[in-house]
């Protein structure tokens, strides 16, 4: 695994040494040593990533957003007494308006795009049971016009294939971006979304480094036990 990401970002004149950037204290002092004042969560689902930024001593502001409306009830009730806490009832996209997402099992695995053989097949609490409607928003459109001029942001994306939609609607924002955490998918989970390749390709043409990757040890290939997605954090170059 580590050899494959290493010939990808090899290709575009860099290299892969750091592998452990995801433990809590790592994670803040990236933080810190960044200036990050600004974590934008999308997909936060019941807020599990806020509430961890909070447990590590990160005390600037978040804005979660999660569009389930009962997952969003528990992350609403989380957030409530924490002033620096914004949660908002919408997915991200590369416009704003409405759409249907189809809902998973385990309501993680939820998607606005339709889910493919390989990730039902690596367990079947990931499968769809229903759909809902949705709120979707750009993050150009949520955070541009009542962000401060010296906002330092920390973006992390869990969009279940949705990952490219989302950035579409970052365009304007991206350059406050210092630090971007995404998931990144080795073979295709959802229809039509972006893979490893081409995605590490985009974010490096936008200013973005990878630094640290982070395998997902309970998401595998039931047979191999090969991963089908991991984390990757990107550092602003």
């Not at 997915?91 to 993680?108: D, L, P, Q, R």
């Not at 769809?128 to 409607?133: A, F, K, L």
Request: charged share 20%.
């Amino acid at each position: 695994m580590k050899s494959t990401i290493q010939r990808l970002v090899n290709a575009l004149g860099y290299e892969v040494h750091e592998m452990s950037l995801s433990a809590p204290s790592r994670r803040l002092e990236m933080m810190q040593r960044l200036g990050i004042n600004v974590v934008l969560d999308v997909g936060a689902n019941v807020g599990d990533y806020a509430r961890g930024l909070r447990r590590i001593g990160y005390e600037g502001v978040i804005w979660s957003y999660e569009p389930l409306r009962e997952v969003f009830a528990i992350l609403e009730k989380s957030a409530s007494s924490d002033d620096k806490w914004r949660a908002v009832n919408a997915g991200c996209g590369a416009a704003g308006g409405t759409a249907t997402i189809n809902v998973a099992k385990n309501g993680v695995s939820s998607s606005l795009l339709p889910m493919l053989t390989a990730h039902v097949a690596s367990g079947s609490e990931s499968e769809y049971i229903s759909q809902e409607t949705i709120s979707i928003c750009s993050l150009d459109d949520s955070v541009l016009p009542s962000m401060d001029p010296g906002s330092n942001l920390w973006l992390k994306i869990d969009a279940q294939g949705y990952e490219a939609e989302v950035l579409k609607g970052a365009a304007s924002l991206m350059p406050h971006v210092s630090v971007l955490e995404i998931e990144l998918s080795l073979v295709p989970l959802y229809q039509g979304q972006m893979l490893i390749g081409e995605m590490i390709t985009m974010l490096y043409q936008l200013g973005l480094r990878l630094v640290c990757i982070a395998p997902k040890p309970v998401f595998c290939e039931p047979e191999t036990g090969y991963s089908l997605q991991i984390d990757g954090t990107f550092v602003r170059v």
